[in-house]
T-cell receptor, first 113, second 113 residues
Framework: GENVEQHPSTLSVQEGDSAVIKCTYSDSASNYFPWYKQELGKRPQLIIDIRSNVGEKKDQRIAVTLNKTAKHFSLHITETQPEDSAVYFCAASRNTGFQKLVFGTGTRLLVSP | DTAVSQTPKYLVTQMGNDKSIKCEQNLGHDTMYWYKQDSKKFLKIMFSYNNKELIINETVPNRFSPKSPDKAHLNLHINSLELGDSAVYFC????????????FGDGTRLSIL
């Protein structure tokens, strides 16, 4: 079955710095890769997603890149703010309809003012 | 108006008891999911239903029994609760007919004494 590895497990940056979180997946048939942000005590919320037909997607300060050959994808956050502090999860799925999402182990991002 | 609502938010009960968690969505989605998030924050899919039909059933003890009375509801009944069942259980929904991401409920924190 699918296995998703996520690194680092914790990441501390200063406000204004960039943060990069990396994930690798094992199932070459995976074609949908969402990223979720989970604040303490809250539900996971989608922040960006990418499908296998594109290599990069950007939404303001957040970008995701996908390398299908190497089977890895990354989340890039620029100009980090204290409000970006949360746990971030990557996930992978074969289908975009009935999504059997397999999540990474999470990255705790701490942005210090 | 909450799109995906779970009840109860908190559930504290004794080992050996039977309990149910309910999930309701008003997004008109046809696919619903249950996830378990343990104390280490690992998020893992348990079940998925599409149009009231079970489509994903991960390796979950048969003490856990999902029930979908209609497209808008997916309940989770747990028999003979064990200490290891303590976790946050998240319901999520998606539209199985389009390439849209999953939306999560606020979670139910289950604590077994």
């Amino acid at each position: 079955g699918e296995n998703v590895e996520q690194h680092p497990s914790t990441l501390s940056v200063q406000e204004g710095d960039s943060a990069v979180i990396k994930c690798t997946y094992s199932d070459s048939a995976s074609n949908y890769f969402p990223w979720y942000k989970q604040e303490l005590g809250k539900r996971p919320q989608l922040i960006i997603d990418i499908r296998s037909n594109v290599g990069e997607k950007k939404d303001q300060r957040i970008a995701v890149t996908l390398n299908k050959t190497a089977k890895h994808f990354s989340l890039h956050i620029t100009e980090t703010q204290p409000e970006d502090s949360a746990v971030y999860f990557c996930a992978a799925s074969r289908n975009t309809g009935f999504q059997k999402l397999v999540f990474g182990t999470g990255t705790r991002l701490l942005v210090s003012p | 108006d909450t799109a995906v609502s779970q009840t109860p938010k908190y559930l504290v009960t004794q080992m050996g008891n039977d309990k149910s968690i309910k999930c309701e969505q008003n997004l008109g989605h046809d696919t619903m999911y249950w996830y378990k998030q343990d104390s280490k924050k690992f998020l893992k899919i348990m079940f998925s239903y599409n149009n009231k039909e079970l489509i994903i059933n991960e390796t979950v003890p048969n003490r856990f029994s999902p029930k979908s009375p209609d497209k808008a509801h997916l309940n989770l009944h747990i028999n003979s609760l064990e200490l290891g069942d303590s976790a946050v259980y998240f319901c999520a929904t998606s539209d199985g007919n389009s390439n849209q991401p999953q939306h999560f409920g606020d979670g139910t924190r289950l604590s077994i004494l």
